[in-house]
């Protein structure tokens, strides 16, 4: 695959050959709220599932402790120190007992003080000064300062360096979503994963509808056959529009695009693999397949920095020629809902916890218990503690998890989706795994002047007379 054809296209559409640049902080806002302690049962349930349809559809979901077993002291290190960062390691610390949280590392010295500052006040924890770590090798010193678990929540952007440095040195992992922003570090981390198998490490994932017990019976049921054979898959994902920040005189061009690196691709791989992963990997889970090709297109409205786009549409191809349709859209003021509906040969899904007949008659619905009700089966513990709590869980009985594989598909899955709006063409799966397309810049530097065209990729050429 021509490789140009594939850079970032807003540096192309600028008139410009500049390579695009890299690195930095936080991710999406963090639920961080301790889970009730209930009766819950002590058999993990493994997020990964069988890559064949209906492979587990059949017994009834395995308990999902809702509290991690005691053990040895976990100490765990954090990368990334902004609200989804923080988020992440107050769930941790509520995972279960002995369990702390020793390091800290992020590029800039503000978002440690606020983290430091609320884990002080939310959580007692105190990290000394010599425990954190700034600068782009921050990660590296988190790593080695004697820490068992690494958190992981930067910019996507900066996942696949740091999966594979953290796995070299034997941690398990927290990985927030997605896994990667281009092909080069979905195949990176693909190796790491099968790394991190052979050694017995533990990977959790921050797509978290696979431990969430509501999505988890509805695709049981499913795959049991309750709706018939599914034929497809209708996913939609319209919000409001994303936060951003606007450039101050003394920030460098890096420490601009750091701080506002949810508008820009390279950081954040676009909105529809940043966030629309979530519903990407709902329907991946669903069908246990990924799509053969992609064809799509999308656009630009609103946005008022970065280089994104608002809304795509993109239509999946799979091998045995069934079709599935994504769309997501963040534009204020505009109907906005969610979709994740898994069509089938009787009936459909709404994965969130429906059965319906092809009517549209309700089949089933999830029995969610009254609210304050943990002692329920069907409780549901905030899916955000819940990957923590398995990751303790497992790492404390020896239960192996891994769910890093699905994450890295799912995130080839968007970036399918994304390359083949931006372009304007149909594009394969084929092509985008072996793609040799890489978002950033070889090193990182706050000093350094970059070439920052905040134009959106335009599709096509030019409509002529």
Same mark, same amino acid.
């Given at each position: 695959?021509?490789?140009?054809?594939?850079?970032?296209?807003?540096?192309?559409?600028?008139?410009?050959?500049?390579?695009?640049?890299?690195?930095?902080?936080?991710?999406?806002?963090?639920?961080?709220?301790?889970?009730?302690?209930?009766?819950?049962?002590?058999?993990?349930?493994?997020?990964?599932?069988?890559?064949?349809?209906?492979?587990?559809?059949?017994?009834?979901?395995?308990?999902?402790?809702?509290?991690?077993?005691?053990?040895?002291?976990?100490?765990?290190?954090?990368?990334?120190?902004?609200?989804?960062?923080?988020?992440?390691?107050?769930?941790?610390?509520?995972?279960?007992?002995?369990?702390?949280?020793?390091?800290?590392?992020?590029?800039?010295?503000?978002?440690?003080?606020?983290?430091?500052?609320?884990?002080? &006040?939310? @959580?007692?924890?105190?990290? !000394?000064?010599? %425990?954190?770590?700034? $600068?782009?090798?921050?990660? =590296?010193?988190? *790593?080695?300062?004697?820490?068992?678990?690494?958190?992981?929540?930067?910019?996507?952007?900066?996942?696949?360096?740091?999966?594979?440095?953290?796995?070299?040195?034997?941690?398990?992992?927290?990985?927030?979503?997605?896994?990667?922003?281009?092909?080069?570090?979905?195949?990176?981390?693909?190796?790491?994963?099968?790394?991190?198998?052979?050694?017995?490490?533990?990977?959790?994932?921050?797509?978290?509808?696979?431990?969430?017990?509501?999505?988890?019976?509805?695709?049981?049921?499913?795959?049991?056959?309750?709706?018939?054979?599914?034929?497809?898959?209708?996913?939609?994902?319209?919000?409001?529009?994303?936060?951003?920040?606007?450039?101050?005189?003394?920030?460098?061009?890096? &420490?601009? @695009?750091?701080?506002?690196? !949810?508008?820009? %691709?390279?950081?954040? $791989?676009?909105?529809?693999? =940043?966030?629309? *992963?979530?519903?990407?990997?709902?329907?991946?889970?669903?069908?246990?397949?990924?799509?053969?090709?992609?064809?799509?297109?999308?656009?630009?409205?609103?946005?008022?920095?970065?280089?994104?786009?608002?809304?795509?549409?993109?239509?999946?191809?799979?091998?045995?020629?069934?079709?599935?349709?994504?769309?997501?859209?963040?534009?204020?003021?505009?109907?906005?809902?969610?979709?994740?509906?898994?069509?089938?040969?009787?009936?459909?899904?709404?994965?969130?916890?429906?059965?319906?007949?092809?009517?549209?008659?309700?089949?089933?619905?999830?029995?969610?218990?009254?609210?304050?009700?943990?002692?329920?089966?069907?409780?549901?513990?905030?899916?955000?503690?819940?990957?923590?709590?398995?990751?303790?869980?497992?790492?404390?009985?020896?239960?192996?998890?891994?769910?890093?594989?699905?994450?890295?598909?799912?995130?080839?899955?968007?970036?399918?989706?994304?390359?083949?709006?931006?372009?304007?063409?149909?594009?394969?799966?084929?092509?985008?795994?072996?793609?040799?397309?890489?978002?950033?810049?070889?090193?990182?530097?706050?000093?350094?002047?970059?070439?920052?065209?905040?134009?959106?990729?335009?599709?096509?050429?030019?409509?002529?007379?």
């Amino acid at each position: 695959m021509n490789k140009e054809k594939f850079i970032l296209p807003s540096a192309a559409s600028a008139g410009g050959s500049t390579p695009l640049f890299s690195r930095r902080n936080f991710l999406k806002s963090s639920i961080a709220a301790a889970s009730t302690i209930g009766a819950g049962g002590t058999v993990l349930l493994n997020a990964c599932s069988p890559r064949q349809k209906g492979g587990d559809g059949g017994a009834p979901l395995p308990a999902l402790p809702d509290r991690a077993p005691g053990g040895k002291t976990l100490r765990a290190g954090l990368i990334g120190c902004g609200s989804r960062g923080t988020g992440a390691a107050v769930d941790f610390l509520n995972a279960g007992p002995d369990l702390q949280i020793t390091a800290l590392g992020d590029v800039f010295q503000d978002r440690i003080e606020a983290c430091r500052e609320l884990l002080k &006040e939310r @959580m007692g924890v105190e990290i !000394a000064d010599e %425990c954190c770590f700034t $600068g782009f090798d921050s990660y =590296e010193k988190v *790593i080695d300062s004697g820490v068992d678990v690494v958190l992981l929540c930067t910019p996507p952007h900066f996942r696949p360096a740091h999966v594979e440095a953290a796995v070299n040195a034997g941690k398990h992992l927290f990985m927030e979503k997605p896994a990667a922003v281009d092909p080069t570090g979905v195949r990176r981390v693909l190796a790491s994963m099968r790394r991190a198998k052979a050694t017995g490490l533990n990977v959790v994932s921050g797509t978290i509808r696979r431990v969430q017990k509501d999505y988890m019976e509805t695709r049981r049921r499913v795959l049991n056959g309750e709706t018939g054979e599914i034929t497809g898959a209708h996913i939609i994902r319209n919000g409001g529009a994303l936060w951003f920040r606007r450039r101050r005189p003394e920030w460098s061009d890096m &420490e601009y @695009m750091l701080r506002n690196w !949810a508008n820009f %691709c390279w950081l954040s $791989g676009d909105h529809i693999t =940043e966030q629309f *992963i979530h519903e990407i990997d709902v329907m991946n889970w669903y069908l246990g397949e990924y799509p053969v090709r992609a064809a799509g297109w999308g656009g630009r409205q609103r946005r008022v920095t970065g280089d994104q786009y608002d809304f795509f549409s993109i239509e999946y191809l799979y091998e045995n020629g069934m079709r599935t349709h994504c769309a997501t859209r963040q534009i204020d003021g505009c109907s906005n809902g969610k979709v994740e509906q898994i069509n089938c040969a009787q009936g459909y899904a709404d994965a969130a916890g429906k059965l319906f007949d092809l009517k549209g008659n309700l089949l089933w619905e999830y029995p969610y218990p009254a609210e304050g009700d943990t002692q329920s089966e069907w409780h549901i513990t905030n899916p955000f503690l819940q990957e923590h709590i398995n990751l303790v869980t497992a790492i404390r009985t020896g239960n192996v998890i891994n769910d890093g594989e699905e994450q890295a598909n799912s995130t080839l899955v968007a970036i399918m989706g994304r390359m083949a709006a931006y372009t304007g063409k149909e594009v394969t799966r084929d092509e985008v795994m072996n793609a040799d397309l890489y978002l950033g810049p070889d090193t990182y530097d706050m000093r350094r002047a970059y070439n920052i065209p905040e134009a959106a990729p335009l599709a096509g050429v030019p409509h002529r007379e």
